[in-house]
């Protein structure tokens, strides 16, 4: 009897202790909250975060016509301004683009250091100007897109055939899953551009794999996280999501890694003044200008993220 009084005591001790820790840090983020945007009161310890009921973006035009195209909101520990307005967007955006170019990196998307690498998440910085100088000059010109135009048809060709040969299997009794298949033609494509050659189809093991990786890492990466709303959880990973996303993140990765290790094993063996130059041997060949804050050069880890994004982009 005295052991079940002590895990009731030792229970109602916890709880108390979280909820005044997590009070302590709602009012240290309600710190200097006279100088922001007005908004709608919040609740202790949870602040707005039930405000925004199943359809936030109603709820949030019917705020913008109670307080402006400004919305000063708490989700949890966070606080959160609402830009409403293309006016408020563009003097934000585009007359203070650097007062607000910070990113708010998710737990999730922190996994692998996924963030660092990725143009989308990197904070901004010479690097990041680093990251989007090669996107530019190496992967959304048109004389990029013209030169792989045949290789992408091919990708595209295949995918149409393998539809159609699985239609003809299941006699027509039978769906097909369309997203599987372009998730094959776009792997392909990518190993296309950089190792000239193709990967998967649908009856290979590997395609299989990464589809299924690349799909949870999607859903893990938009999946509602408690812990970004109260940074002290975070550790702790109450929902898991972080540990998922590491696992099925890693093994996309790994596929992304595959690449790069085979590239450098022909690198060693071939003559590379010979061999025609691709994206992948232009990350592996960069120099940075150091002066102007570069890396010496991208690092692997680095590079696997950036190989994944294209993938993303395709």
Not at 5 to 11: D, E
Not at 63 to 85: A, D, E, F, H
Not at 142 to 152: A, D, G, P
Not at 210 to 237: C, H, I, M, Y
Request: aromatic share 10%; proline share 4%.
């Amino acid at each position: 009897m005295d052991w079940i009084w002590f895990c009731i005591w030792s229970t109602i001790s916890f709880a108390a202790s979280a909820l005044l820790v997590l009070a302590f840090s709602n009012k240290k983020s309600r710190a200097g909250a006279d100088n922001v945007p007005p908004g709608p009161p919040g609740w202790p310890v949870i602040g707005n975060m039930f405000d925004l009921s199943s359809k936030p973006h109603e709820r949030l035009a019917d705020l913008k016509n109670k307080y402006g195209p400004l919305i000063w909101l708490r989700l949890g520990s966070v606080n959160t301004m609402v830009v409403s307005s293309a006016d408020a967007a563009m003097e934000m955006f585009k007359n203070n683009d650097l007062a607000f170019n910070g990113r708010t990196i998710t737990e999730a998307m922190r996994a692998c250091s996924y963030n660092e690498g990725s143009m989308a998440l990197a904070q901004y910085g010479p690097y990041w100007r680093l990251l989007r100088r090669i996107c530019t000059a190496e992967l959304l010109t048109n004389i990029r897109m013209k030169e792989t135009e045949n290789v992408r048809r091919k990708c595209i060709d295949n995918m149409v055939r393998w539809i159609s040969d699985e239609m003809q299997e299941k006699g027509g009794g039978g769906g097909v899953e369309i997203a599987r298949h372009v998730s094959y033609m776009s792997f392909n494509l990518i190993a296309n551009l950089m190792l000239s050659r193709d990967l998967v189809d649908p009856q290979s093991k590997q395609g299989d794999e990464f589809f299924t990786s690349v799909s949870q890492f999607l859903e893990w990466g938009g999946k509602p996280n408690v812990a970004d709303f109260f940074p002290l959880l975070k550790r702790l990973d109450p929902q898991g999501i972080k540990k998922k996303m590491e696992r099925d993140l890693g093994l996309a990765l790994g596929f992304a890694s595959s690449f790069v290790k085979e590239r450098i094993q022909e690198r060693r063996k071939s003559d590379k003044e010979q061999r025609k130059k691709d994206f992948l041997d232009l990350l592996l060949e960069f120099q940075g200008d150091e002066k102007a804050g570069e890396p010496a050069k991208i690092m692997e880890k680095d590079v696997n993220v950036l190989i994944l994004v294209r993938y993303m982009l395709d």
